[in-house]
């Protein structure tokens, strides 16, 4: 059963009254949420989250299935997320992908692998297209300008030595 | 909201159309045929399905009709060709991911899918390529399944739990076309007025569970009358055919229910099946002419009606006690009161109260949209009448009246929705200690058939097999008209009242009489329409 | 001029009238006896039961329900057969399948063949070929006997071997995301 | 007339993004100016320059802020951040070089509007300049530029900050309310208009990052002075976010009117060696895309691309050269405008889906015959039948692209293999979910 952390919990009490109606802060509630339930969103959470902010547990539900931002399965501790929309599509953000789940030994995207590290997603355009083909690791700044070759290292690095994570970056925004 | 109207022009004809009312209002309320999925008149504007396209003049594109404030002089147009087109295309779009499962879905033949395909649809089908596959059969909660390949996502239902219900168990959640109606789990789709989103739901994608698979919508006719669940009156239609009924759903009642109906009310044909009723008179006990030695004789309820009202006219109802509930109409109780009252001299005459449930505030209760405690629907109307033959009577008095003796013989009008009397065994017990019972009853009950002494059955029409009138709680007065026959011998009390009196009843007037032989298949004889 | 033509003297005769018809007989009679002992024989009688008619396909003899690859009926109890029957001999209760891919079907079908006027109009409403008008028709019964068939006779009498295929199936229809 | 740094003039400046660095460089000197200004006269000057939304839309800004009711109500002005038009880059760039201009053309603006509540709606993913705005936010706050009583003038506006969770539905105005509001981000039916009923029902004005800062330089300046760069029409600069097959893709801000392959063979450093323009989509992947022919002598307007049957939309120029093969292009767009499709209506939210669907068989080799006018077909008869305009903007690429390109796609179907890249293996492989 996930249970927000205490200091979680007053950083939603915080959030409630911030905005005009309480249910403008279901989005950063989600986002403090899955980072302490290790980045993915499950039911517990919801239902947590609907005790704490006395919202129906379904407009929430509603709220985290329709931004792509939540994930709704378990990931990986690295979530890399490669863009192929239009202009990375054409300059192989999908080769790029396809070359990095099989480094990390992932055969579906949504996956996690078995060393636990990594999930691959396809996303949209993040709005970088003049450093194409580019990702984003969980909700770090982008990696830029990749090609196939810093794409692998990149993997290799993330496998043995691990990424400079500030993941906990829900606390800051 | 002033009341006065606006010119405009619908098709052609010059209408007056109320201020402020949108198209589709106005449409409606001229008649004109709209195509329409998520616009309904009790719930907010969606404008999601896109079907209301009107042209008007002077606008390059299409309108949506349910969002579209009527303007003065404004000329509005849905039946030209580029109308026509943009609802036969936005039709396809609902289609092409629509699963092809009309025999199996219980929604055939009132699908407003069907209904429009036949009216505006393209019929050659080009999309060939795969379907966006969802679960079927999803169990939503105690009365209603959900299949989400059918749904056409025009939130009907989650408005209706949002706006009506305000229960906010329902929600459309992902993204796009992998969008799905559904439940958070553990909490389901479990409140009183559930069912009302399998009626507004246009396609087939909530069906009752009730209702699941037992009949076909167009084997089943209709019939208006009033709910008897509770003292509210709701006005319904109930659906049934030669087998007997099959479900009930409700009817636009501004004063009273609106659009919708609790789902008890749901139930409330039930115990006017066949299986439910009891179909002949029994006389049984000694000493009363039951010669088959079985200790009881089945007659037919006319005879048993009139043997009882000689026998009550000769000793002059001495020691005579009439036992009443709230469940039937206005006009039998005048009938049954006033052959007491005049024929009789006897003004012994007890009101049976049901609390469904906790002490009597509980009649009081209320659950703030449309069901209350009092589970009768013509409580008012039998306070009038007792009022009206001054009759002041306590239940006490009843009591110590069968135990001193005084009171020899009880005739007990019995409720025909037993399920709402949870005392009715210990009221059977109670009031069998008088010497002689009388009791007449819609309903079969395997107590009264298993009491022993000198007790006779006679057997009662339902709400549906006589017309009358109900007083709900707030003095309304609605009629209900006979539609229907189960029982072909039974009687109303106002019948009873008259064989009590000793007079004769004129046969009863025709109608498609229910259960009893061969009824021609409506469905085909009017082959036309079909 | 009158069309009547009255009978001419000779008519009173009879005999001619009655040598003339047997004629007729006899020539046929001595014509299939020559051509039968001679092998090629072109008289249209069939000697029933060893040889019988060739009906067409399109026949329309007894009610067939048709299965599914894995023997289960096809009928999904829609009531359209039931609908568009003219003598109204088909009645049907639907009941729940447990396997939620098939959801609905018949618990119990019956035809009251002694009211079927084997018009075909329930082969004609069928969505799904579930329902055919097969090529046999001589099904003799007693009056003791049921002539309410049901399932078992529909679909799985012994003549029909297990029961016949139905061109619609399920489960390729949902695999080709029909 | 090259590149004019007119907004960007100290972009390239690192500690422009910090507040002494942006007053340094003539930072929060308009604000004080525009607060003794009359607020109408604000929206006069705004008029006056003609000033046009830079989001997308290109609806003169002044207009917008006019349909405003004065009926008392409280006002909103919310920052149109979310950014997820495909090739659209430039107001990242903005927000994390100049974080302050913003603000300031925010608060000038909230000022011409009489709001007292403003909100930054940046989109999800855009963490890097959301953090630098939270911090530019703190530091004016900190300075008295927001809050209570700004620099004396007796006006007071909050500004905050608002992240988005990935829905380029929330780009479009209503549906940026919506998921304001804590709802899913689908828009709402227009009437009534965000400008009368918008944000909790209250009057709310909605404007790009771009269009913001604009208002610093118009109130500097004035009028007359802004409309020095740009055509009649259309004047002032713009920042084009261009990307695709150039040598040097970026950000780079021209004054409306400047010819398009100068942009892309000055500015951008020309096409990649041996490769040929084969078409531009000029604004964004929501505006028809020209042939190399058409880009000959289009300037970057908003009239000449309209007369070229196209948008000039966020400016967002993608260059697509010959060795791309458009159906494999054109796979990936559609399968954008699928998954970002919010669901609400039924025209969009099945005909997206049945767009990709043809595209993605084609693609695959599984073309059938007919397909190419089917693909025209629906895309004409989703447009203009659904709330907002993701509809429109998903159906025009697919009808500029099948008719402009029709070639490769009856070669495709045909042969069911591409004419541009024969054994192009993982084409198109946005795989349906």
């Known amino acids: 059963m996930f249970k927000l952390s205490a200091e979680g919990l007053n950083y939603v009490q915080s959030e409630l009254t911030r905005y005009e109606t309480k249910q403008s802060a279901i989005i950063r509630c989600l986002y403090r949420a899955q980072d302490e339930n290790g980045g993915w969103v ?107 070759e810093k794409g692998l290292k990149l993997v290799q690095d993330l496998r043995t030595k691990g990424g400079k994570l500030e993941s906990q970056i829900s606390k800051e925004l | 909201m002033s009341t006065n109207t606006i010119p405009c022009t619908i098709n052609g004809k010059d209408v007056e159309v109320k201020e402020g009312s949108t198209i589709i209002e106005a449409m409606k309320a001229n008649g004109v045929e709209i195509a329409h999925y998520c616009w309904h008149p009790g719930l907010s504007v969606a404008g999601v399905c896109r079907m209301c396209m009107v042209e008007i003049e002077g606008n390059p594109r ?205 139930d409330v044909y039930k115990f006017v099946n066949k299986e439910a009723r009891l179909f002949d008179a029994k006389v049984s006990g000694k000493g009363t002419g039951a010669g088959n030695g079985l200790g009881a004789e089945w007659i037919l309820p006319k005879r048993a009606a009139l043997k009882v009202g000689e026998t009550l006219r000769a000793n002059k109802g001495k020691g ?157 007065r609605q009629k209900i008209a006979k539609g229907l026959t189960i029982v072909p011998n039974a009687l109303s009390l106002t019948e009873v009242a008259e064989l009590f009196a000793g007079r004769e009843i004129e046969a009863a007037e025709s109608c498609s009489s229910i259960g009893v032989g061969r009824v021609q298949n409506e469905a085909t004889t009017v082959r036309g329409s079909l | ?126 969505p799904v070929d579930a329902i055919r008008m097969g090529p046999e028709w001589q099904t003799p019964g007693l009056n003791g006997a049921s002539f309410n068939y049901d399932i078992m006779q529909l679909a799985y009498r012994p003549q029909l071997k297990g029961g016949i295929a139905s061109v619609v199936d399920e489960k390729e229809r949902h695999e080709a995301g029909i | 007339m090259a590149e004019v740094k007119y907004l960007s003039e100290h972009y390239d400046k690192k500690e422009y993004r910090s507040l002494e660095g942006y007053k340094k460089h003539g930072g929060y000197e308009q604000l004080p100016k525009a607060l003794k200004m009359e607020a109408a006269k604000i929206i006069d000057e705004v008029k006056a320059a003609g000033l046009r939304g830079r989001g997308g839309a290109g609806f003169p800004c002044g207009m917008k802020w006019g349909f405003l009711p004065n009926n008392g109500e409280p006002r909103y002005l919310l920052c149109n951040a979310d950014e997820s038009e495909p090739g659209t880059f430039k107001d990242r760039v903005m927000m994390e070089r100049a974080p302050h201009q913003l603000i300031e053309g925010m608060l000038i603006a909230a000022f011409a509007v009489k709001s007292h509540k403003a909100y930054i709606y940046i989109r999800g993913e855009y963490t890097g300049p959301a953090m630098i705005l939270k911090q530019a936010l703190a530091e004016a706050k900190a300075a008295g530029y927001i809050g209570k009583n700004i620099l004396g003038s007796g006006f007071d506006c909050d500004i905050d900050l608002f ?79 261009i990307s695709g097959n150039v040598n040097k893709p970026g950000t780079y801000e021209v004054p409306l009117g400047y010819k398009l392959m100068d942009l892309i063979n000055n500015e951008c450093g020309g096409m990649k060696p041996g490769r040929s323009l084969k078409a531009v989509i000029p604004g964004g992947s929501s505006a028809p895309v020209l042939t190399a022919k058409e880009c000959e002598n289009a300037s970057m307007d908003y009239e000449c691309i309209a007369s070229l049957g196209s948008m000039l939309g966020s400016g967002a120029v993608i260059v697509i050269d010959d060795s791309n093969c458009m159906v494999d292009v054109l796979s990936t767009i559609s399968h954008f405008y699928h998954h970002e499709s919010c669901g609400q209506c039924t025209p969009c939210r099945e005909g997206t889906g049945w767009v990709e669907k043809i595209i993605h068989s084609i693609v695959h ?68 979910h």
């Not at chain 1, 480094?103 to 355009?125: H, R």
């Not at chain 2, 949209?369 to 009843?398: C, H, M, V, Y």
């Not at chain 2, 135990?403 to 399920?419: D, F, L, M, R």
Request: aromatic content about 8%.
């Open chain 1, 42 to 148: 499950s039911n517990d959470v919801i239902n947590a989250l609907s005790e704490a902010m006395a919202i129906p547990a379904p407009q929430i539900e509603e709220v985290a299935t329709f931004y792509t931002m939540f994930n709704r399965k378990p990931v990986g501790k690295y979530h890399i997320q490669v863009c192929c929309t239009l202009t990375c599509g054409m300059m192989g953000g999908r080769e790029l992908l396809a070359l990095m789940m099989k480094e990390a030994g992932v055969k579906e995207m949504g996956e996690v692998s078995k060393d636990g590290l990594f999930t691959f997603s396809k996303v949209e355009c993040l709005g970088s297209c003049d450093t194409a083909p580019m990702l984003q690791i969980n909700r770090e700044p982008y990696t830029e300008n990749l090609t196939f």
């Open chain 4, 163 to 241: 992240i988005g969770a990935g829905a380029y539905i929330c780009g479009e105005e209503t549906g940026l309310i919506s998921s304001l509001e804590g709802y899913k981000g689908q828009p709402k039916l227009k009437p009534p208009f965000p400008a009368v009923q918008g944000y909790l029902r209250k009057p709310t004005i909605v404007n790009n990052v771009e269009t913001l800062a604009s208002v610093v330089n118009i109130i500097r300046d004035g009028a007359q002075a802004y409309r020095k760069y740009g055509t009649e029409k259309s004047p002032g600069t713009k920042l084009f976010s």
């Open chain 2, 320 to 476: 005579v006690a009439l036992v009443l509930t709230g469940q039937h109409t206005v006009e039998e109780y005048d009938a049954l009161l006033g052959f007491f009252k005049n024929d009789l001299g006897s003004d012994r005459v007890f009101h049976w109260v049901n609390t469904v449930g906790g002490g009597p505030e509980s009649l009081e209760a209320f659950d703030g949209l449309l069901l209350r405690g009092d589970r009768n629907p013509n409580t008012a109307g039998l306070k009038e009448s007792l009022q009206k033959f001054g009759i002041k009577t306590q239940w006490k008095e009843l009591l110590e009246g069968l135990a001193s003796g005084a009171i020899t013989t009880v005739v007990v009008a019995g409720p025909e929705n037993q399920t709402f009397f949870p005392d009715f065994k210990a009221k059977v017990v109670e009031l069998s200690k008088a010497p002689r019972l009388i009791w007449l009853t819609a309903g079969k009950n395997l107590d009264l058939d298993n009491l022993t002494g000198d007790v006779t059955l006679i057997p009662l029409k339902s709400y549906l097999e006589k017309s009358g009138t109900f007083v709900n709680h707030a003095g309304l």
């Open chain 3, 1 to 126: 001029m009158s069309l009547v033509q009255r009978p001419k003297p000779i008519a009173n005769w009879f005999l001619p009238g009655i040598l003339s018809g047997m004629g007729l007989t006899f020539s046929k009679l001595f014509w299939n006896l020559v051509t039968y002992v001679g092998g090629n024989r072109r008289i249209p009688t069939l000697n029933y039961p060893e040889e019988k008619y060739e009906y067409s396909p399109r026949f329309k003899g007894n009610h067939v329900l048709t299965v599914k690859k894995d023997g289960s009926l096809r009928c999904t109890a829609c009531m359209l057969c039931a609908t568009n029957c003219p003598a109204d001999c088909i009645t049907i209760v639907a009941a729940e399948h447990n396997d939620p891919t098939v959801e609905k079907y018949p618990i119990s079908y019956q035809i009251d063949v002694l009211r079927c006027v084997f018009c075909g109009f329930c082969e004609e409403a069928c």
């Open chain 2, 62 to 266: 299409l309108q949506i009709a349910c969002n579209t404030q009527v303007v003065k002089g404004m000329k509005i147009n849905n039946t030209s060709d580029k109308v026509k087109d943009a609802v036969k295309w936005t039709l396809d779009f609902h289609l092409i991911n629509h699963p092809l499962d009309c025999p199996i879905c219980d929604q055939a033949g009132e699908c407003g899918l069907q209904d429009q395909y036949m009216h505006y649809g393209k019929y050659e089908p080009e999309m060939a390529e795969a379907k966006v596959k969802k679960h079927k059969v999803v169990d939503l909660g105690p009365r209603v399944v959900l299949d989400s390949e059918r749904c056409i996502l025009c939130s009907r239902c989650v408005r209706f739990t949002d706006e009506v219900s305000k229960t906010n168990e329902l929600g459309i959640f992902n993204r796009g076309d992998r969008a799905d109606i559904s439940t958070f789990p553990g909490k389901p789709l479990d409140n009183n007025y559930s069912m009302n989103t399998v009626d507004i739901c246009p396609v087939g994608a909530l069906t009752s569970k009730d209702f699941r698979f037992r009949q076909r919508a167009w084997l089943l006719k209709e019939h208006q009358t009033v709910c008897t669940g509770c003292s509210t009156g709701c006005s319904t239609k109930v659906f049934f055919n030669k087998e007997g009924l099959f479900r009930v759903k409700p009817v636009y009642n501004e004063q009273v229910n609106g659009h919708w109906m609790c789902d008890i009310g749901r």
């Open chain 4, 365 to 432: 080799g599984h073309g059938k015959a007919g397909d190419v006018d089917l693909l025209i077909k629906v895309a004409d008869n989703m447009k203009g039948r659904t709330i907002c305009a993701l509809a429109d903007a998903a159906a025009l690429p697919v009808t500029s692209f099948v008719t402009k390109f029709r070639g490769e796609f009856e070669y495709f179907v045909a042969n069911r293999k591409s004419m541009v890249k024969p054994n192009g293996a993982n084409l198109g492989d946005a795989h349906v």
